[in-house]
């Protein structure tokens, strides 16, 4: 990635990135971005994850484009991204085939820029780009780092919470060393978190005291265990949509919002995207 030809009003992009899984990666990759967008600013959700849990979480099922169409260049990113029920948040859908991305793109030449080219032309378009990153150090989060201005790393309040994590900010640094010197780390944000139990407490001070607080430390805001945020997949709606009023939509706005502080972004639209099945405003009868 480089940053000379971009404007200050270039997407930010954001990669959210944990290779343990069950750690809350995909739920907040997936209710950050809508957060932003309820916050009108204009979202691009990149589901980079083959499980496609991302995609699924709004509803849409065998997209006929996807991520891996773009990546192998068979579709433009435009013809591959979908609009969703928030006005201001697009998806960039993923799908099984994306599993064999991660085999072919060890022949392409520069393989680990191919996101971030993909994504080039997209950063005039929307203030955030959140990527779902799969749950794994491979080829696919490669690119995601590479294509990125800063990590965000989910963290489960758990006794293993540190686990692994040592060896992700190592990549992080190797990242910015070999392919994207201004990568940084954007925070941690500790999930699943329950101040009632001990250990839950433990671990957030253990983390709190290790990191520090705001910067690209430990985000204030915390996601807590939460029934409706756990439900909200299964109905494919990201939990703003499900309930706004739990604690996890709560929660999930505060953090977009602790976002927007550090990262000042005008209210704007995205780009139009006609929806599947719907004729778009050129081909409406009565045109000419």
């Known amino acids: 990635m480089t940053e000379g030809d971009q404007s200050p009003q270039d997407a930010r992009i954001i990669a959210v990135v944990n290779q343990k899984g069950g750690v809350g990666k995909t739920t907040t990759a997936v209710n950050l971005a809508a957060s932003l967008a309820a916050s009108e600013r204009a979202t691009l959700l990149v589901d980079l994850d083959p499980q496609a849990n991302a995609t699924s979480a709004f509803g849409i099922v065998d997209p006929e484009q996807q991520l891996y169409d773009v990546l192998c260049g068979d579709a433009a990113l435009r013809a591959a991204t979908l609009p969703t029920e928030l006005s201001h948040l697009h998806v960039l859908a993923a799908g099984p085939d994306l599993s064999g991305a991660e085999i072919e793109l060890v022949t392409v030449e520069d393989r680990e820029q191919q996101l971030g080219r993909a994504l080039a032309d997209a950063r005039a378009d929307y203030d955030f780009i959140i990527i779902d990153c799969p749950p794994s150090l491979g080829m696919l989060t490669l690119n995601a780092l590479a294509a990125a201005d800063s990590v965000l790393i989910p963290l489960q309040c758990e006794y293993y919470?540190?686990?692994?994590?040592?060896?992700?900010?190592?990549?992080?640094?190797?990242?910015?060393?070999?392919?994207?010197?201004?990568?940084?780390?954007?925070?941690?944000?500790?999930?699943?978190?329950?101040?009632?139990?001990?250990?839950?407490?433990?671990?957030?001070?253990?983390?709190?005291?290790?990191?520090?607080?705001?910067?690209?430390?430990?985000?204030?805001?915390?996601?807590?265990?939460?029934?409706?945020?756990?439900?909200?997949?299964?109905?494919?709606?990201?939990?703003?949509?499900?309930?706004?009023?739990?604690?996890?939509?709560?929660?999930?706005?505060?953090?977009?919002?602790?976002?927007?502080?550090?990262?000042?972004?005008?209210?704007?639209?995205?780009?139009?995207?006609?929806?599947?099945?719907?004729?778009?405003?050129?081909?409406?009868?009565?045109?000419?």
Not at 193 to 210: I, P, Y
């Open 161 to 288: 919470a540190l686990e692994g994590l040592a060896r992700l900010i190592d990549t992080v640094g190797r990242v910015r060393a070999a392919w994207n010197a201004e990568i940084t780390t954007e925070g941690i944000v500790l999930t699943m978190v329950d101040r009632r139990a001990n250990l839950s407490r433990q671990v957030e001070d253990e983390v709190r005291g290790h990191f520090g607080t705001g910067g690209d430390g430990v985000f204030e805001t915390v996601i807590p265990r939460n029934v409706r945020l756990s439900e909200a997949p299964s109905h494919g709606k990201p939990i703003l949509l499900y309930d706004v009023q739990s604690r996890g939509a709560v929660a999930y706005l505060e953090l977009a919002a602790e976002l927007l502080k550090k990262h000042a972004r005008p209210t704007r639209k995205p780009p139009f995207l006609p929806i599947p099945g719907e004729p778009s405003p050129a081909a409406e009868p009565g045109d000419s």
